[in-house]
């Protein structure tokens, strides 16, 4: 009988096989890093979004009851390294209940080129 001995090709094409399957492994986490790095970001935004809009309520809520509650507060931020604008409205909720209204908070910002926007909204007690 003969002993049948594997050549140098054979260990060739197992090199050649584990070094793609490695430089698919890296392709695929390469990828999934970029993806999470885009996901972090916008993550970010809407969080800073979310906060200045509970912080703009919280504001709304001491004006409420002002005469300039008929036209809209328009402010612009810095948070992040982004620009965002605000603009608080108070609504007008029931003409039953005069000493309650809506108010309503839209942030928006720039992302990727596409605006993005966040909204809150709080019925809130006129007083004065």
């Known amino acids: 009988m003969k002993k049948t001995v594997l050549g140098e090709d054979g260990f060739l094409a197992a090199e050649a096989a584990l070094l793609a399957l490695l430089l698919l492994f890296a392709a695929l986490s390469l990828a999934a890093v970029e993806r999470s790095a ?3 970001a916008q993550s970010e935004a809407e969080t800073s979004a979310m906060f200045l809009a509970e912080g703009e309520l919280a504001r709304a809520e001491q004006l409420a009851g ?3 509650l008929n036209a809209p507060l328009l402010r612009e931020v810095e948070e992040n390294g982004r620009e965002f ?3 608080t409205e108070f609504l007008e909720e ?10 309503r908070v839209r942030v928006v910002w720039i992302e990727e080129g596409k605006e993005r926007e966040f909204f809150l909204q709080r019925t809130v007690r006129r007083h004065g």
Not at 94 to 103: F, K
């Open 38 to 40: 885009h996901l972090l």
């Open 85 to 87: 604008s605000l603009k």
């Open 66 to 68: 002002g005469a300039s």
């Open 94 to 103: 029931n003409e039953d209940y005069a000493s309650v209204c809506l108010a």
